[in-house]
């Protein structure tokens, strides 16, 4: 059964400071790993990984995908309140991506 | 707003009844995928459309569960003589078809089922 594990499941610091977050991933026919944002509401999208060892970066947020260890990493440098959320890693299987595999998410809470 | 939209947001019955939810998708995607997302845990994979198709249904989808695209625009998720354990945010994602390059999924906000 696929599976993919996050941690830690939650963290807290203070704003300025730099997060990473980890995902492990063992998902059957793998496609590419998934980071997504959550803020009570729906799941944004942050990025997609597909090769290994090429940083994807957006703002002051980059993540990074080991395909050989199969692991990921979520980098948050200089925090705001506004990261404050439960950060979803996700595998995704089959053609084209279809199927994602979900971890728990990690609860990031950032005080001022 | 052009995002995936789910009708209602918040749905209260009681144990027993059947319940309907709604997802239109973002209008040029033609997947269409719903998920089911408890407390403290990541959204699981229920089904997905390809245009009308159904193509993949996930054991957690009992029988007491339907799902259709009938035109391959708006999809329905239908759940039959609910039980307390179906109480859940049901979340709708849509995607393009690529073939080219993967094409990342993007939800909805949702539609909380409680279930008294």
């Known amino acids: 059964e696929d599976k993919v594990v996050q941690s830690p499941l939650s963290l807290v610091v203070h704003e300025g400071d730099t997060v990473t977050l980890n995902c492990s991933y063992e998902v059957t026919n793998f496609r590419s790993l998934l980071w997504y944002k959550q803020e009570k509401k729906a799941p944004t999208f942050l990025f997609m990984l597909?090769?290994?060892?090429i940083e994807k970066k957006s703002g002051r947020l980059s993540s990074i995908l080991d395909k050989k260890e199969l692991f990921s990493i979520l980098n948050i440098t200089a925090t705001q309140t506004g990261d404050s959320a439960v950060y979803l890693c996700a595998g995704g299987s089959g053609g084209s991506n279809y199927k994602l595999t979900f971890g728990k998410g990690t609860l990031l809470t950032v005080n001022p | 707003d052009t995002g995936v939209s789910q009708d209602p947001r918040h749905k209260i019955t009681k144990r027993g009844q059947n319940v309907t939810f709604r997802c239109d998708p973002i209008s040029e995607h033609n997947r269409l995928y719903w998920y089911r997302q408890t407390l403290g845990q990541g959204p699981e994979f229920l089904t997905y459309?390809?245009?009308?198709?159904?193509?993949?249904k996930s054991r957690l989808l009992s029988d007491r569960f339907s799902a259709e695209r009938p035109k391959g625009s708006f999809s329905t998720l239908e759940i039959q003589r609910t039980e307390q354990g179906d109480s859940a945010m049901y979340l709708c994602a849509s995607s393009l078809d690529g073939t080219a390059a993967y094409q990342p999924q993007h939800f909805g906000d949702g539609t909380r089922l409680s279930i008294l």
């Open positions: 597909t090769s290994s060892g």
């Open positions: 459309f390809q245009n009308e198709a159904q193509l993949e």
